[in-house]
């Protein structure tokens, strides 16, 4: 039996998991469309943070080949420093303004993992 609290933690996990695949999708088509235009393309790119923060639509900048990297392992994602999650994340990376973050293994990953079910972008595809 699940308690109250079990319930009510997983309803907090599943909206965070929505929230994360969401802006997900929103960046793999900024690097999609960013990939059409190459030889004008910036440096770095911006992104969504893909922090379980409901409501966060900060930007994060990262080299293009950093973000085809991070999306050639389908349970890493991107955040700003200092909004990953403790509690159901671990650090995989930091970097100069942005963290590689992945949920931690448990109810926060299977939630995430089942909404998770993306095509690694290439790093091919994102290089000039």
Same mark, same amino acid.
């Given at each position: *039996? #699940?308690?109250?609290?079990?319930e009510s933690e997983c309803l907090v996990?599943?909206?965070?998991?929505?929230t994360k695949h969401c802006f997900?999708? #929103?960046?793999?088509?900024?690097?999609? #469309?960013?990939?059409?235009?190459?030889a004008v393309a910036p440096e770095k790119q911006d992104f969504v943070c893909e922090c379980s923060?409901?409501?966060?639509?900060?930007l994060?900048?990262?080299? *293009?080949?950093?973000?085809a990297q991070i999306r050639s392992d389908a349970a890493e994602f991107v955040v700003l420093s200092g909004h990953e999650d403790p509690d159901h994340?671990?650090?995989?990376?930091?970097h100069d303004g942005y963290v590689i973050a992945r949920n931690k293994p448990g #109810?926060?990953?299977?939630i995430a993992l089942e909404a998770t079910q993306r095509e690694p972008l290439s790093p091919h595809t994102l290089q000039p």
């Open positions: *039996m #699940v308690s109250d609290e079990e996990l599943r909206a965070k998991r929505e997900g999708e #929103v960046n793999e088509r900024i690097a999609e #469309v960013a990939a059409d235009f190459d923060q409901i409501g966060c639509t900060q994060v900048q990262l080299p *293009m080949a950093a973000y994340e671990t650090v995989v990376e930091r #109810v926060a990953e299977e």
